[in-house]
């Protein structure tokens, strides 16, 4: 039995989920937002006593693979309508600069023109700049989680880290390793 998707979701205060199996599609409503998401027809979602449980009738092959996704899936979208989902971008490098124009967000990394992520329903940005620091960072924030993702992906796709002196647009925490020089491995 899978045991990510076997273990119970808890639904918090406010969130509701309903299953409708004639489509196959779980609806989850809460303070933020309301998510959809449709589920194979091999499984079941029960809402009893405030937390919801997926369930396969067998084990074949599609029915194994099929649930701990769904599980998971469920889980993003609860608290996702609950608390919401955001991903924070690092900006490293001299003379790279992230602003807010309106909604949208205008990147200046170093090319002959800005590059601008216009609004998207659901997306928010927002630019948090340290003085004392001189750095600055994108917070990426919204309820469907693949959507923050992705993104969060696109942004950091403008500019990736450089493998040599590490400038770039990275994920917050993320490690570059840097290579060495053409210098650096002379001296070897």
Sequence with gaps: MSRIGSAPITIPAGVTVEFKADESLVTVKGPKGELEQPISRLLTVTNVEGKVQVTRPNNLREARSQHGLAR????????????????????????????????????????SHPVKFSPIEGITFEVISNEQARTQAIRVSGINKALVGQIAADIRKVRRPDPYKGKGIRYQGEVVKLKAGKRAAAKK
């Design 72 to 111: 998971t899936l469920i889980n993003n979208m609860v608290v996702g309508v609950s608390t919401g989902h955001s991903k924070q971008l690092d900006i490293v490098g001299v003379g790279y600069r992230a602003a807010m124009e309106g909604r949208g967000l205008t990147l200046n990394m170093g090319y």
